[in-house]
């Protein structure tokens, strides 16, 4: 309900409103006991309220029906790099996201990435001069983006999307997080 001199609009279910010195209506919804909170990066109110209708749809159908949220190529790998930027070859690790998501600029998903489409990355390194030792850190970077995607969605309690084109063995899959089981 909109009330006279306010920014918010309220409801049992959700709220948008404006914080003080933002210019961008923030989104906030409980939902199981939860609280959920965001900006919706716009200072339209009739999109942010479809933003927050679109954000909570999404939310059930991924807690009700196991829907699995679909990781960008780009996210995917701009997470993996911050993962290391406490690391001394950060600046490498960063590089060769960059590289990687130029040479997949046509694939806008993470689970679209099959092993034929490795191995055509491994060929095109190989082809513009890449030393081997070069590629293996390559490719070792594209195994940890895929890794920890993987990592995060059975954290997430997702069925993992990268099953969708091809499976990891569970015994390849580690990283320095809880342990899986």
């Given at each position: 309900?909109?009330?006279p001199n306010?920014?918010?609009?309220?409801?049992?279910?959700m709220?948008i409103?404006?914080r003080?010195g933002?210019?961008?209506?923030y989104?906030q919804f409980?939902?199981n006991?939860?609280s959920?909170?965001?900006?919706?990066k716009?200072?339209?109110?009739?999109?942010?309220?479809k933003?927050?209708?679109q954000?909570?749809?999404?939310?059930?159908?991924q807690?009700q029906?196991?829907?699995?949220?679909?990781l960008?190529?780009?996210?995917?790998?701009?997470?993996y790099?911050?993962?290391?930027?406490q690391l001394?070859?950060?600046?490498y690790?960063r590089?060769?996201?960059?590289?990687?998501?130029?040479f997949w600029?046509?694939?806008?998903?993470?689970?679209?990435i099959s092993?034929l489409?490795?191995?055509?990355?491994?060929?095109?390194?190989?082809n513009?001069g890449?030393?081997?030792q070069?590629?293996v850190?390559?490719?070792?970077?594209?195994g940890?983006?895929?890794r920890?995607?993987?990592c995060?969605?059975i954290?997430?309690g997702?069925?993992p999307?990268?099953f969708?084109?091809?499976?990891?063995?569970?015994s390849?899959?580690a990283?320095d997080g809880?342990?899986?089981?």
């Amino acid at each position: 309900m909109l009330t006279p001199n306010s920014n918010s609009l309220r409801s049992p279910t959700m709220s948008i409103s404006k914080r003080p010195g933002s210019p961008f209506w923030y989104i906030q919804f409980q939902y199981n006991g939860k609280s959920y909170i965001k900006s919706s990066k716009t200072t339209d109110k009739k999109l942010a309220t479809k933003l927050e209708t679109q954000w909570r749809s999404e939310l059930i159908q991924q807690q009700q029906f196991g829907f699995t949220p679909t990781l960008s190529l780009i996210e995917a790998f701009q997470t993996y790099s911050n993962t290391k930027q406490q690391l001394a070859c950060a600046y490498y690790v960063r590089l060769w996201s960059d590289r990687a998501i130029e040479f997949w600029s046509k694939k806008d998903y993470i689970h679209e990435i099959s092993s034929l489409e490795i191995e055509r990355f491994n060929v095109s390194l190989a082809n513009a001069g890449y030393k081997p030792q070069t590629i293996v850190h390559a490719l070792n970077q594209v195994g940890g983006v895929l890794r920890l995607t993987l990592c995060q969605e059975i954290l997430s309690g997702f069925i993992p999307s990268l099953f969708r084109v091809f499976a990891i063995p569970s015994s390849e899959v580690a990283w320095d997080g809880p342990q899986m089981k």
